[in-house]
């Protein structure tokens, strides 16, 4: 009744690192309030999954599995999702703000009145409510939302909460088949793309090179991609960039792209515009290469060099690889 | 087809936003307001469906303040036909109560296709689409990006991370919009002027009980003062050192 239940994102079986920053979380505020905290994992033959889940402490694994529930279906995880939480009647649910997690999340709260803040930064938790602190009006300003609906749902900003594992006993396990209908199901997937070289999504990314306009075009991204690669990274663009048609939109960071909070963000050829701002102000180190000494970007990095990034990447990367021992 | 589009306000995104004195709202004055960006890709979506399906109208669903006309105006000149302007000054930052209020609307049309922004970029809540879609027990797919329509049938693009999702649905549907590979069409005066004769029905809300509220808004710390470590490529080593030593990032 007065339980946490953390939604734990799998796909093909791979748990999202930022599902486990949510079940730390969850642990974190089942203690405050002295409940208990269950992970909830949808999909279909992963019971080998409990093992990587219960170094993150929760007292129950809830495993819902379904043939039909392989692949992400928004009718059918919902389904399955519900059944769960009209059985457990959680104080709180907690779930990564993945693409996944950003889909279902509101679902839930309409089919049970629940409030949702979404993208959270923070959260405190009191006897009947919860306050989330998430960025508003683009990172401009910080938000405290109170939720006091008697389930409270929060979806939280990847890379923000501390994983934590634990030794404690081993989780309770349940299992569940869920009462799902696939036959009824009216949004149908009919497949998932993939790009032909996988690539590190930059919305999960720890290092990130990203290129602007100053790249001058798309065979420009190559010294990025040797960058990234040196680094153990993945390449993001500017607007600029994807509008110009040298990048995807996936790769696009910004208020109108991805909000991205790596380790470290290497800006090269990004003037620094507050929609670009705002989608890496999150990032622990920001560095930026530009030969503009005037661009904004050098008033928020933290590390800048001024000068022709066409130079000054190629040695970048030598540095590395140096450092790392690979040249 | 009937497609309806839900297109709300925020303030121009280069702007500064002053926090006001209450501390848990946002200074109105001198703000400029836009058609919030997503809403503005989500009608061009619209737009272009109704240009291949013949005998389409698109219908603005806004809950927004009076003032706020303008923002109708100029949606009507990208391509919609008509518009129902619910006018409140202050909607309540309660994401429930709000999808709500656009259900209700909503129902009455009829449609077979609705449009949402993914997320508005004032307080990036990221929710109300898929609500009323579970509200109107609508099938709904989230974050596309484009669409394709044939035999009834409508294809849809969903990003994910590191893909692709493919989708398939039949209408009735509601689609939550992310920035896609179309540019938004820019109106020409002569649709501005065009706009101010199409209809616009004006409504009243009612508001559920709120469950969520802002008890307070501050301004994030600044980010501290970086530095430039150099100039070209004599500054490389200085920056690994710096990443290595200090920052502790590689
Ligand atoms: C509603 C809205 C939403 C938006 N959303 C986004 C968003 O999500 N993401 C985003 O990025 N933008 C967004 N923008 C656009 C944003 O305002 C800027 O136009 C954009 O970020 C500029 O991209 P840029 O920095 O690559 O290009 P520019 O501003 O043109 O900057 C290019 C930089 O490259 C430098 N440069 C050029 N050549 C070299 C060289 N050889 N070596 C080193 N440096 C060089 C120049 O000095 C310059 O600073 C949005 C705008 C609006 C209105
Ligand atoms: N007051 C409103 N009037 C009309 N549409 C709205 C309103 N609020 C939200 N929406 C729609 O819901 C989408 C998501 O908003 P939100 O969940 O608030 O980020 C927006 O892009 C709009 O399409």
Same mark, same amino acid.
């Given at each position: 009744?007065?339980?946490?239940?953390?939604?734990?994102?799998?796909?093909?079986?791979?748990?999202?690192?930022?599902?486990?920053?949510?079940?730390?979380?969850?642990?974190?505020?089942?203690?405050?309030?002295?409940?208990?905290?269950?992970?909830?994992?949808?999909?279909?033959?992963?019971?080998?999954?409990?093992?990587?889940?219960?170094?993150?402490?929760?007292?129950?694994? *809830?495993?819902?599995?379904?043939?039909?529930?392989?692949?992400?279906?928004?009718?059918?995880?919902?389904?399955?999702?519900? #059944?769960?939480?009209?059985?457990?009647?959680? $104080?709180?649910?907690?779930?990564?703000?993945?693409?996944?997690?950003?889909?279902?999340?509101?679902?839930?709260?309409?089919?049970?009145?629940?409030?949702?803040?979404?993208?959270?930064?923070?959260?405190?938790?009191?006897?009947?409510?919860?306050?989330?602190?998430?960025?508003?009006?683009?990172?401009?300003?910080?938000?405290?939302?109170?939720?006091?609906?008697?389930?409270?749902?929060?979806?939280?900003?990847?890379?923000?909460?501390?994983?934590?594992?634990?030794?404690?006993?081993?989780?309770?396990?349940?299992?569940?088949?869920?009462?799902?209908?696939?036959?009824?199901?009216?949004?149908?997937?009919?497949?998932?793309?993939?790009?032909?070289?996988?690539?590190?999504?930059?919305?999960?990314?720890?290092?990130?090179?990203?290129?602007?306009?100053?790249?001058?075009?798309?065979?420009?991204?190559?010294?990025?991609?040797?960058?990234?690669?040196?680094?153990?990274?993945?390449?993001?663009?500017?607007?600029?960039?994807?509008?110009?048609?040298?990048?995807?939109?996936?790769?696009?960071?910004?208020?109108?792209?991805?909000?991205?909070?790596?380790?470290?963000?290497?800006?090269?050829?990004?003037?620094?515009?507050?929609?670009?701002?705002?989608?890496?102000?999150?990032?622990?180190?920001?560095?930026?290469?530009?030969?503009?000494?005037?661009?904004?970007?050098?008033?928020?990095?933290?590390?800048?060099?001024?000068?022709?990034?066409?130079?000054? *990447?190629?040695?970048?990367?030598?540095?590395?690889?140096?450092?790392?021992?690979?040249? | 087809?009937?497609?309806?589009?839900?297109?709300?306000?925020?303030?121009?995104?280069?702007?500064?936003?002053?926090?006001?004195?209450?501390?848990?709202?946002?200074?109105?004055?001198?703000?400029?307001?836009?058609?919030?960006?997503?809403?503005?890709?989500?009608?061009?979506?619209?737009?272009?469906?109704?240009?291949?399906?013949?005998?389409?109208?698109?219908?603005?669903?806004?809950?927004?303040?009076?003032?706020?006309?303008?923002?109708?105006?100029?949606?009507?000149?990208?391509?919609?036909?008509?518009?129902?302007?619910?006018?409140?000054?202050?909607?309540?930052?309660?994401?429930?109560?709000?999808?709500?209020?656009?259900?209700?609307?909503?129902?009455?049309?009829?449609?077979?296709?609705?449009?949402?922004? $993914?997320?508005?970029?004032?307080?990036?809540?990221?929710?109300?689409?898929?609500?009323?879609? #579970?509200?109107?027990?609508?099938?709904?797919?989230?974050?596309?990006?484009?669409?394709?329509?044939?035999?009834? $049938?409508?294809?849809?693009?969903?990003?994910?991370?590191?893909?692709?999702?493919?989708?398939?649905?039949?209408?009735?549907?509601?689609?939550?919009?992310?920035?896609?590979?179309?540019?938004?069409?820019?109106?020409?005066?002569?649709?501005?002027?065009?706009?101010? $004769?199409?209809?616009?029905?004006?409504?009243?809300?009612?508001?559920?009980?709120? *469950?969520?509220?802002?008890?307070?808004?501050?301004?994030?710390?600044?980010?501290?003062?970086?530095?430039?470590?150099?100039?070209?490529?004599?500054?490389?080593? #200085?920056?690994?050192?710096?990443?290595?030593?200090?920052?502790?990032?590689?």
């Amino acid at each position: 009744m007065n339980s946490v239940l953390v939604f734990v994102e799998q796909r093909q079986g791979r748990i999202k690192q930022s599902s486990l920053e949510a079940l730390s979380e969850g642990r974190r505020l089942a203690k405050k309030i002295g409940s208990t905290v269950s992970a909830l994992v949808i999909g279909n033959q992963i019971d080998s999954l409990v093992n990587e889940i219960s170094k993150f402490g929760p007292d129950f694994v *809830i495993l819902v599995q379904h043939n039909a529930l392989a692949n992400y279906s928004p009718d059918g995880y919902r389904d399955a999702f519900l #059944e769960v939480v009209k059985q457990e009647q959680p $104080k709180v649910i907690l779930v990564a703000g993945t693409a996944m997690g950003k889909d279902i999340a509101p679902r839930i709260a309409a089919k049970i009145d629940a409030g949702l803040a979404t993208d959270c930064l923070a959260i405190e938790i009191t006897d009947d409510a919860i306050i989330a602190t998430r960025p508003v009006f683009a990172g401009k300003v910080l938000q405290k939302l109170k939720i006091t609906s008697s389930t409270k749902i929060a979806t939280l900003k990847p890379n923000t909460f501390r994983t934590e594992e634990v030794s404690t006993k081993a989780p309770s396990i349940k299992k569940i088949t869920p009462q799902i209908d696939p036959s009824k199901w009216r949004a149908v997937l009919r497949g998932i793309q993939e790009p032909e070289a996988k690539k590190q999504d930059v919305s999960e990314a720890s290092v990130i090179v990203s290129g602007g306009r100053g790249m001058k075009g798309p065979e420009g991204y190559k010294i990025l991609e040797d960058l990234a690669t040196a680094l153990g990274g993945t390449v993001g663009a500017s607007r600029a960039a994807v509008d110009a048609g040298w990048r995807p939109h996936a790769e696009q960071v910004g208020q109108t792209g991805k909000i991205v909070s790596p380790n470290l963000y290497v800006a090269c050829g990004i003037s620094g515009a507050v929609q670009h701002q705002v989608g890496m102000a999150n990032s622990k180190v920001i560095v930026a290469i530009n030969k503009d000494p005037e661009a904004p970007i050098f008033k928020f990095a933290d590390y800048g060099i001024v000068g022709d990034l066409f130079e000054v *990447i190629p040695a970048l990367t030598r540095e590395v690889k140096k450092l790392y021992g690979k040249e | 087809m009937k497609i309806a589009v839900c297109i709300k306000q925020v303030p121009d995104t280069s702007v500064r936003v002053k926090i006001a004195p209450d501390g848990k709202s946002i200074d109105a004055a001198g703000v400029e307001h836009v058609i919030n960006p997503y809403d503005e890709y989500a009608l061009e979506e619209a737009v272009r469906l109704k240009e291949q399906v013949a005998g389409s109208e698109i219908t603005l669903v806004s809950l927004v303040p009076d003032k706020a006309q303008q923002i109708v105006l100029k949606a009507l000149a990208i391509g919609a036909d008509k518009a129902v302007h619910i006018k409140a000054d202050n909607v309540p930052n309660d994401s429930l109560a709000v999808a709500k209020v656009l259900a209700e609307e909503l129902k009455l049309g009829s449609y077979d296709m609705i449009f949402f922004g $993914k997320k508005a970029v004032d307080y990036d809540n990221h929710q109300v689409g898929a609500i009323v879609a #579970e509200i109107l027990n609508l099938p709904c797919i989230t974050g596309c990006t484009h669409y394709e329509y044939s035999g009834g $049938k409508i294809t849809a693009y969903r990003e994910i991370e590191g893909g692709v999702e493919v989708y398939e649905v039949v209408p009735p549907v509601v689609f939550t919009q992310e920035k896609g590979p179309h540019e938004v069409r820019y109106p020409q005066l002569r649709e501005l002027m065009a706009a101010r $004769k199409k209809p616009i029905a004006t409504k009243q809300p009612n508001f559920s009980a709120p *469950i969520m509220q802002t008890v307070e808004l501050s301004y994030p710390p600044p980010r501290p003062a970086g530095k430039i470590v150099g100039k070209g490529v004599e500054a490389v080593p #200085e920056l690994v050192r710096l990443l290595r030593e200090e920052a502790k990032v590689i």
